[in-house]
């Protein structure tokens, strides 16, 4: 292998880390912003609203976003991606989730003409849990893409490699060729001579 060669995996390496290493810090942080707004609501509204079910419920089915999320998570872990505390923060994020979700079921149409704040509340509570579980599925999906582009590159390299390998096996050996140059030379000398 090339210095050179060597070098620029080094490099990408260390590239890399630094790319998951902000990702985890990025994920985790938007996490515990979330965990934080949903006791006192998003600073700015949600720019849609978060969906709503079938007529006389007004549950988002955060619960169905948590199970998605979570199993990606458990895919990203099994395959050895860097999870930092994303378990743990998704375990907190549903909890936040199945209470938002009761709070909505148990919501009735009578209580939406009485409470239309509370109803508000309890949606924005909703669509910031669902955009966190969205970015956390978006980091996933990133590292994901990540790992395997990295993977590629690792096979990539081994190819090379391998292939430099045996391109060096079969051609001809240069000392041989040295030998034969001299034994040529030699046995011209020893005909000149005679």
């Known amino acids: 292998m090339t210095p050179l060669f060597v070098g620029v995996l080094v490099l990408l390496s260390l590239m890399g880390v630094v790319v998951l290493g902000g990702g985890i810090v990025l994920a985790v942080e938007t996490a515990r912003r979330a965990t934080r707004e949903i006791g006192t609501g998003p600073k700015d509204p949600p720019a849609r609203p978060a969906p709503t079910a079938p007529a006389g419920t007004h ?3 955060l619960g169905r976003q ?4 979570h199993d990606l998570l458990e895919r990203a872990a099994a395959v050895g991606a860097p999870t930092g505390e994303l378990r743990q923060q998704l375990a907190d994020l549903e909890r936040h989730a199945a209470r938002v979700d009761q709070q909505l079921d148990a919501f009735e149409e ?3 003409g009485d409470e239309p704040e509370l109803l508000i509340q309890l949606r924005r509570r909703a669509a910031v849990i669902s955009r966190v579980l969205a970015h956390i599925r978006s980091y996933l999906a990133q590292e994901e893409a990540n790992r395997s582009n990295a993977e590629l590159a690792d096979t990539v390299g081994r190819v090379r490699i391998e292939t430099e390998a045996l391109r060096s096996i079969r051609a001809e050996d240069p000392l041989a060729e040295i030998e034969r140059l001299h034994r040529l030379a030699t046995e011209t000398e020893g005909e000149e001579r005679k």
Not at 66 to 69: D, L
């Open 59 to 61: 549950s988002v089915g």
């Open 110 to 112: 009578s209580r939406a």
């Open 66 to 69: 948590v199970r998605i999320t």
